[in-house]
């Protein structure tokens, strides 16, 4: 079994900095490409940033040079840094990874259940 827990959301101003993170346990043999998705109400999940197991990244349009993702392989973590928060940016986070549990199984795609950032004065 494989699960994905995020923390560090919460209600910040405008301009203000919050840092998610996301941990994977279990049974895991490697995670290949893990990232940030995030639901605002009433709107589609939406790629925010995405990492490869060897670091490289992707970031929508909307948040590059505000945000930036990060990954430590070592504890199975991923995480965001995010900086300049706007109003618009309020939504509930998800992480996401590519995780195989096996060398002998494909990988599969696994979500955490989210953690909410409100961007309010």
């Known amino acids: 079994q494989v699960q994905l827990v995020e923390s560090g959301g919460g209600l910040v101003q405008p301009g203000g900095s919050l840092r998610l993170s996301c941990a994977a346990s279990?049974?895991?043999?490697?995670?290949?490409?893990m990232g940030w998705y995030r639901q605002a109400p009433g709107e589609q999940r939406e790629l925010v940033a995405a990492?490869?197991?060897?670091?490289?990244?992707n970031y929508a349009d909307s948040v590059k040079g505000r945000f930036t993702i990060s990954r430590d392989n070592a504890k199975n973590q991923v995480y965001l840094q995010m900086n300049s928060l706007k109003p618009e940016d309020t939504a509930v986070y998800h992480c996401?990874?590519?995780?195989?549990?096996?060398?002998?199984?494909?990988?599969?795609?696994?979500w955490g259940q989210g953690t909410q950032v409100t961007v309010s004065s």
């Open positions: 996401n990874a590519d995780i195989r549990r096996s060398a002998y199984w494909p990988s599969y795609t696994y």
């Open positions: 990492i490869t197991s060897g670091g490289s990244t």
């Open positions: 279990g049974s895991i043999f490697s995670i290949n490409a």
